[in-house]
């Protein structure tokens, strides 16, 4: 009987589908599995700038996204000054924009 329920109950939940929330939630565990948040903090500059920077900079941007995913694959220098935005090879493209379209969607500090 348990089983039964169990079973049940996974059942319907794998058709029910993603949430919402399941890209952000796989952006953010991408970000802290790759080491994003050792350089970036969520809202304030560490190493380099805090993702809710990066968004209030180019939220408007219709370009940023690609833009963006380019940067987190293959770096950068002197975008936001002498800072270096190491290349993250590792990144494949699907993930950098992921992680590109979830930095964009930060709340403005």
Do not use: Y
């Not at 794998?14 to 970036?40: I, K, M, N, S, V």
């Not at 950068?76 to 992680?99: C, F, K, N």
């Amino acid at each position: 009987m348990i089983r039964t329920l169990v079973l049940s109950i996974g059942a319907l939940v794998q058709l029910a589908g993603p949430t919402a929330a399941a890209p952000a939630d796989q952006a953010l565990a991408l970000a802290r599995a790759d080491g994003c948040l050792a350089c970036h903090g969520m809202v304030h500059k560490q190493v380099g700038p805090g993702f809710a920077q990066v968004a209030a900079r180019w939220r408007d941007d219709p370009a940023a996204p690609a833009r963006l995913a380019g940067k987190i694959r293959n770096g950068s220098v002197g975008t936001w000054g002498r800072v270096i935005m190491p290349r993250q090879s590792r990144v494949d493209e699907a993930q950098a924009r992921l992680l590109a379209d979830w930095v964009l969607s930060q709340p403005t500090p």
